[in-house]
């Protein structure tokens, strides 16, 4: 029998997270955040907000991070390494002769989702550094419930997540979840901080968006200052960074399955996880090793790969420096969407000068998801799990990919990233009844 599976043990778990920035010098190098041109500094703000070992991160150039050991316990308490599957289930009802179908398994997690790479560290320095509690926004709730769980790991370390409204009301299981790791939640937007009342007064079933709730975040640490510290899902260079252990894993795995992967893909919100599998091969692809296309799966109620590449805020309220990235501008909102993780403005800088530089391409999918229900309800009755709709964007791409290829006799070897399970998705799920075809695009 062939192999379906690669993995690794514990002693192979890697030692050093990838820091992509010095190897997009290549490129012309990544802009800095900047401060506006009006207003109090932005920059200013960041060693109030971030625990320094983040910081740090942040701000480095050095290609390689040693990652703590009481980091890498954690990542092994958590389930890591996680395996890699090639769907033969999903290829034999594809036909697929040529084409081969990866998925990284990032649902193996105690909370269901990657989050957990880039949660567990930053609690850790949040605890070193003397902080009562970390502080959050989150979409979807993958974030929020998996920050939740690295702080309950820390012993008496707090969490408080403010929960994009849409989204709050549609899982409350999730919020079980969070609240059983000891977590505040408050539905955003809140009265808890004046850009929530604001917000709430003109509307008190606002549906929020990431960008109000990570406002709402960053103020409720700023009213703390020096109790509380903010920690952030995605975006920034040192959450993709903490996230490259999944691209370093699949990198071995696919090495034990003697393949060289032809396409990558994953669903893009703000590009932690996608970026997570993605950069250690986009280096091969800079060192012009490798030939491999890079193809993020996106709502089209929030394309933000398709905005504008210039300056703005990370929030909606304009506390956050600067960032050179694609963007629908930090005010804009969008349409509410099964797929919550993914409604937000603006892409990663890191993310964003791969796509000026078209090495990242963008598949974006109608709002109504059923193209993208299509694909979960495949996956799961050909491979029997049952996974996030964030994470059935990038299947859909995947997919689509493999039945162009198809088409067209090429050979391919196609990596996706399942960025989390959708066991709470059950608003997304109830509709599966009405999808049992699979539309070819």
Same mark, same amino acid.
């Given at each position: 029998?062939?192999?379906?599976?690669?993995?690794?043990?514990?002693?192979?778990?890697?030692?050093?997270?990838?820091? @992509?920035?010095?190897?997009?010098?290549?490129?012309?190098?990544?802009?800095?955040?900047?401060?506006?041109?009006?207003?109090?500094?932005?920059?200013?703000?960041?060693?109030?907000?971030?625990?320094?070992?983040?910081?740090?991160?942040?701000?480095?150039?050095?290609?390689?991070?040693?990652?703590?050991?009481?980091?890498?316990?954690?990542?092994?308490?958590?389930?890591?390494?996680?395996?890699?599957?090639?769907?033969?289930?999903?290829?034999?009802?594809?036909?697929?002769?040529?084409?081969?179908?990866?998925?990284?398994?990032?649902?193996?997690?105690?909370?269901?989702?990657?989050?957990?790479?880039?949660? @567990?560290? &930053?609690?850790?320095?949040?605890?070193?550094?003397? #902080?009562?509690?970390?502080?959050?926004?989150?979409?979807?709730? &993958?974030?929020?419930?998996?920050?939740?769980?690295?702080?309950?790991?820390? !012993?008496?370390?707090?969490?408080?997540?403010?929960?994009?409204?849409?989204? #709050?009301?549609?899982?409350?299981?999730?919020?079980?979840?969070?609240?059983?790791?000891?977590?505040?939640?408050?539905?955003?937007?809140?009265?808890?901080?004046?850009?929530?009342?604001?917000?709430?007064?003109?509307?008190?079933?606002?549906?929020?968006?990431?960008?109000?709730?990570?406002?709402?975040? +960053?103020?409720?640490?700023?009213?703390?200052?020096?109790?509380?510290?903010?920690?952030?899902?995605?975006?920034?260079?040192?959450?993709?960074?903490?996230?490259?252990?999944?691209?370093?894993?699949?990198?071995?795995?696919?090495?034990?399955?003697?393949?060289?992967?032809?396409?990558?893909?994953?669903?893009?919100? !703000?590009?932690?996880?996608?970026?997570?599998?993605?950069?250690?091969?986009?280096?091969?692809?800079?060192? !012009?090793?490798?030939? @491999?296309?890079?193809?993020?799966? &996106?709502?089209?109620?929030?394309?933000?790969?398709?905005?504008? #590449?210039?300056?703005?805020?990370?929030?909606?309220?304009?506390?956050?420096?600067?960032?050179?990235?694609?963007?629908?501008?930090?005010?804009?909102?969008?349409?509410?969407?099964?797929?919550?993780?993914?409604?937000?403005?603006?892409?990663?800088?890191?993310?964003?000068?791969?796509?000026?530089?078209?090495?990242?391409?963008?598949?974006?999918?109608?709002?109504?998801?059923?193209?993208?229900?299509?694909?979960?309800?495949?996956?799961?009755?050909?491979?029997?799990? &049952?996974?996030?709709?964030?994470?059935?964007?990038?299947?859909?791409?995947?997919?689509?990919?493999?039945?162009?290829?198809?088409?067209?006799?090429?050979?391919?070897? +196609?990596?996706?990233?399942?960025? !989390?399970?959708?066991?709470?998705?059950?608003?997304?799920?109830?509709?599966?009844?009405?999808?049992?075809? #699979?539309?070819?695009?």
């Amino acid at each position: 029998m062939a192999r379906i599976q690669a993995t690794l043990t514990p002693d192979e778990l890697p030692k050093e997270w990838y820091n @992509i920035v010095p190897d997009l010098n290549k490129l012309g190098g990544l802009p800095p955040p900047k401060d506006p041109e009006e207003g109090p500094s932005r920059l200013k703000l960041l060693p109030k907000i971030l625990t320094k070992g983040c910081l740090e991160l942040e701000v480095s150039n050095e290609r390689w991070i040693p990652i703590p050991e009481d980091v890498r316990e954690s990542y092994l308490r958590s389930g890591r390494p996680r395996p890699l599957f090639e769907a033969k289930g999903l290829e034999r009802k594809l036909e697929l002769k040529k084409v081969r179908l990866f998925y990284k398994a990032e649902f193996y997690s105690p909370t269901g989702s990657h989050k957990v790479n880039t949660a @567990i560290p &930053q609690c850790y320095y949040a605890k070193k550094e003397g #902080y009562e509690a970390v502080v959050t926004e989150t979409g979807a709730g &993958q974030w929020g419930s998996a920050l939740a769980y690295a702080a309950a790991l820390q !012993g008496d370390l707090d969490c408080i997540v403010y929960w994009v409204g849409a989204a #709050y009301d549609l899982k409350p299981e999730r919020l079980s979840l969070m609240h059983g790791f000891g977590a505040k939640v408050f539905r955003s937007p809140s009265q808890e901080t004046e850009t929530g009342k604001k917000l709430f007064k003109e509307n008190n079933n606002h549906k929020g968006s990431l960008g109000i709730a990570i406002s709402e975040a +960053i103020e409720d640490v700023l009213n703390h200052e020096g109790e509380r510290i903010y920690c952030l899902g995605s975006v920034l260079n040192h959450v993709l960074t903490h996230q490259t252990i999944i691209g370093l894993e699949t990198k071995e795995q696919l090495k034990q399955l003697d393949v060289e992967p032809t396409i990558m893909t994953g669903c893009l919100g !703000g590009g932690s996880n996608f970026g997570g599998l993605a950069l250690p091969f986009v280096k091969e692809v800079l060192d !012009g090793k490798a030939e @491999i296309r890079f193809i993020a799966g &996106q709502s089209a109620g929030s394309p933000n790969l398709d905005g504008e #590449y210039k300056y703005d805020h990370a929030d909606y309220a304009g506390f956050t420096p600067l960032l050179k990235m694609c963007t629908l501008g930090h005010k804009f909102e969008g349409v509410p969407i099964m797929a919550e993780g993914l409604r937000y403005h603006g892409a990663a800088p890191i993310m964003s000068l791969l796509r000026n530089n078209k090495l990242l391409e963008s598949y974006v999918y109608p709002t109504d998801e059923e193209l993208i229900l299509e694909a979960a309800n495949l996956f799961m009755r050909t491979e029997g799990f &049952q996974i996030a709709p964030e994470s059935a964007y990038g299947l859909r791409v995947g997919i689509d990919e493999a039945l162009r290829a198809k088409r067209e006799g090429r050979e391919e070897n +196609i990596v996706v990233n399942l960025s !989390g399970h959708g066991h709470y998705d059950t608003e997304f799920y109830g509709r599966v009844a009405n999808c049992n075809s #699979y539309t070819v695009v």
